[in-house]
């Protein structure tokens, strides 16, 4: 049996999938700002913006996911992707190189705090350990996947938009990410 025959599990993946590319075209758009800010410097910035979005991970992640079983999931993966999406929609208007390394700080910390959630829940919806298997494969599978096909977007994206409008759509894919966790019927954990 598939995991995708799982009405739930088919929307959660979809709210992975886009908020995995939103989170892709951010970096690049990224990487653009720190340039356009910084100059022969952007190394410098993208470095530090790079390490922070790591110690965010390395402390926030396990955190959020040893607790993670007390938490209403859906309502914080739902709070984190909006919250997320107005950190980023923050960007194009930043004026100092300190703003980029504190928007960059909250929003991968509360995308640390989002992928523990997203881990802890998809047991909630599987009874059966292979289909559960399969499921936590496939969802490891897209954030490989992220690393490899974000960055054609995105330069794809770039030959239409400027580099300021890859943080708005962003934005849009965390909300959309929010409203399929919305829609989605989450039995009790």
């Not at 892709?24 to 922070?52: C, F, H, P, T, Y």
Request: hydrophobic share 55%; aromatic share 12%; net charge positive.
């Amino acid at each position: 049996m598939s995991p995708f025959r799982s009405t739930p599990f088919r929307r959660l993946f979809s709210a992975q999938i886009t908020s995995l590319i939103g989170t892709g075209l951010s970096s690049v758009a990224l990487a653009l700002l720190a340039w356009q800010m910084a100059g022969e410097q952007a190394g410098s910035v993208l470095g530090i913006a790079l390490a922070l979005k790591m110690i965010a991970y390395v402390f926030i992640a396990p955190v959020v996911g040893g607790l993670a079983h007390r938490m209403p999931r859906k309502r914080m993966l739902i709070s984190l992707d909006i919250v997320r999406a107005a950190l980023i929609g923050c960007l194009p208007w930043v004026s100092e190189i300190w703003h980029i390394y504190v928007l960059m700080f909250a929003i991968n910390a509360c995308a640390a705090g989002f992928t523990p959630l997203f881990q802890a829940t998809i047991p909630d919806l599987f009874s059966n350990d292979k289909v559960y298997t399969k499921a936590l494969s496939y969802a490891r599978l897209a954030y490989d996947l992220e690393n490899l096909l974000s960055p054609t977007l995105a330069a794809l994206l770039l030959t239409w938009v400027g580099f300021y409008q890859l943080f708005y759509v962003n934005s849009l894919t965390f909300m959309l990410s929010a409203l399929l966790i919305t829609l989605t019927l989450l039995p009790q954990s």
